[in-house]
């Protein structure tokens, strides 16, 4: 009878044990996520919408509304409508830091910027690899619209870009007159030129994102 009655008492003895264990984890669980919240300063959605219609309506000085506050990479995303004074309306999307000291409407999404790189290279190794050149000036805005608007404006434009200000016997000596001025095929195509016609005329492709 001894043995079964200490048996019984043990049994007892682990299940209490068990729950008590289980009572724990549970409020350490529910301490960690507290403390994780407030200890590093997250601040509540309802707080990231209020900063974030404060901000714009005294910035603009137009009515604000807040569409939606999420969480993405551990960050808020809030997209807000603002109304000017003619009644037009507009949305904007906003990213704030959890604690709420930091904000910007201009996030890079670091995997679409790194594809975006990649095909803006390929597509200009490709130009190079065809011989295209394209003559123009550094200063001058029809140049900065061929290589920022058309051609993206990337670092690795130097393989094809030559600048008459600073080669300016490379310029004279392929003739060029006129800026921006394409070489391809030792054939010269003087003005602005389109993204369709750099394809079209080399076969490369740069397809955007």
């Known amino acids: ?3 079964i009655t200490f048996i019984k008492l043990m049994k007892s003895k682990e299940k209490f044990i068990s729950v008590i264990t289980l009572i724990v984890g549970l409020i350490l669980g529910f301490m960690l996520i507290f403390l994780t919240d407030y ?3 997250k601040i509540s959605t309802s707080e990231v919408s209020k900063k974030v219609k404060d901000l714009y309506e005294l910035a603009f000085g137009t009515n604000v509304e807040i569409i939606s506050v999420t969480e993405e990479s551990n960050m808020y995303r809030v997209v807000a409508q603002a109304t000017d004074s003619i009644g037009q309306k507009s949305v ?4 704030m830091s ?3 000291k930091l904000v910007s409407d201009k996030i890079i999404k670091l995997d679409e910027f790194t594809a975006n790189l990649i095909k803006q290279k390929d597509f200009i190794d490709c130009l190079d690899k065809k011989g295209l050149k394209v003559y123009g000036i550094n200063t001058d805005n029809i140049t900065q619209v061929q290589l920022g608007y058309v051609l993206g404006g990337s670092r690795f434009l130097n393989k094809i870009f030559v600048d008459c ?3 300016i016997k490379q310029c004279l000596d392929n003739g060029i007159k006129v800026v921006p001025t394409i070489v391809y095929e030792n054939k010269t195509y003087e003005g602005l030129k389109t ?3 750099f394809e079209n005329k080399t076969g490369c492709r740069f397809e955007k994102i």
């Open 92 to 95: 904007i999307e906003v990213y």
């Open 1 to 3: 009878m001894l043995s």
């Open 195 to 197: 993204l369709d016609w």
């Open 165 to 167: 200000d600073v080669s």
């Open 98 to 100: 959890q604690d709420g």
């Open 39 to 41: 200890r590093f300063g």
